[in-house]
């Protein structure tokens, strides 16, 4: 029983933990729509997401949509992966074909959920007793999909891509929301060299609320003071930016290593190793290599950040990833281990990808 009581607490608090990511829209918020930030593809997170420049296949629709120019052919991905102990599942799906010589198109959808959330809301009734049998459960999930398209410049090695991205967040019955965006990327080729550079709701991205007031007024007054007024309905995430440098070495024909580092910025004081008024820097280097295009062991370092202990000591923490990738007839086989926290923390996630090229079935 003690268990059982224990349980609905946790999964009690984690229902206002989201409810209350709604409570302060209209103001400009450094983590909103943070589950379109964690990233795509086992073989870019286990290189700690350093794809900006190297990205020329399907994934481009989410790295930096101008590597989309590089397909030869139409090519499909999956993911899934299970974060936080297995309370959220973590879903992507793309697909992106050449237009010409010239250009190309994507589409990708992702979905960030969070299932069979018990709803105690009505745990307690109005004479103070508690009835089990009011228990309810929900869901909580943000979906995003986005519609993707690259085109060479006419400089030679130049090419760029634009991202139009759809936002639906929803958390069951209580509060739901749409959102816009658009992101700008660039991608740059010489001697062997990739630079690129993704700009993230370059337009900033706005989520419109829309908030069920009967759910609302029923838990307004459970805590007094609190949750006294309907929350705001809109919700604006700024503009993010990555620059990233990549480089494919190749030795005796059979090797190759591919070395590839990115600085991810936000323009807002954070916890970043850089960190400003102006804008934060969070430097991540990841690293692939490969035996005879068949397979590869990659691994990568990022998300330093500066963290401050209880005793008030500050130290460096980072992110850790690993990954391993088989490839063989058009069809690659991609996993990582990911590490959510510091170089201490015991989260990792097992991530799981596969991409088609879809040339395969002609």
Known sequence: MIFAKNNVLKKNLLFFLLFSTIAFGQAVRKYSNEFMNIGVDAAALGMSNTA?????????????PAGLVNLEDGQASFMHASYFANIAQYDYAAYAKPIDQESSWGMSF???????????????DGNGNINYNNISKFSTADYALTFSYARKLKVPGFQYGVNSKIIRRVIGKFANSWGFGFDVGLQFNRDGWNFGLMLRDITTTYN???????EYNKIKSSVAGENQDLPASTEITLPKAQLGISKKFEFHYDYTLLV???LNMQFARTNDLISSTMVSIDPALGFEFGYTDLVFLRGGVGNFQNVTQIDNTKKVGFQPNIGLGFKYRGIQVDYALTNLGDQTSALYSNIFSVKVDLSIFR
């Open 260 to 262: 590839a580092s990115n």
């Open 208 to 214: 419109v609320w829309s908030i069920n007031e009967d």
């Open 110 to 124: 992702i979905r960030f959920g969070v299932d069979d959330i018990l709803n105690t809301t009505q745990l307690i």
């Open 52 to 64: 900006v420049a190297s990205t020329a296949d399907v994934n481009s629709c989410y790295w930096n």
